[in-house]
């Protein structure tokens, strides 16, 4: 019912920003959080940042005030702003959304992220 599609990724130098965008359509009312999740290969996939409906935002460790999560109601996209990128954050960035009274979450397709000189 929810669909959910990101983009904005691609290939970054050390020291780089990109900006990611999450594009919502479909059965999107009564939205309790939206966030942004990274998985390497092999490895769990990891929140990195989120946002709640009242605007409450929490950020993993390793962000390190790096990115910052905003939203923008009018187009129903969400967006992660990523400074100071390393190769560390080499990774496929997932978007995800939850709703009220709703068991399963939404999940966008993932956009890959490269850092690298």
């Known amino acids: 019912q929810v669909q959910l599609v990101e983009s904005g990724g691609g290939f970054v130098q050390p020291g780089g920003s990109l900006r990611l965008s999450c594009a919502a359509s479909g059965s999107i009312f009564s939205i309790s959080s939206m966030g942004w999740y990274r998985q390497a290969p092999g490895k769990q996939r990891e929140l990195v940042a989120s946002?709640?409906?009242?605007?409450?935002?929490k950020y993993a460790d390793f962000v390190n005030g790096r990115f910052t999560i905003t939203r923008d109601n009018a187009n129903n996209t969400m967006y992660l702003q990523m400074n100071s990128l390393t190769a560390e954050d080499t990774d496929v960035y997932y978007c995800?959304?939850?709703?009220?009274?709703?068991?399963?979450?939404?999940w966008g397709q993932g956009t890959q992220v490269t850092v690298s000189s």
């Open positions: 946002i709640t409906r009242d605007g409450t935002t």
């Open positions: 995800r959304l939850d709703r009220f009274l709703c068991e399963n979450e939404s």
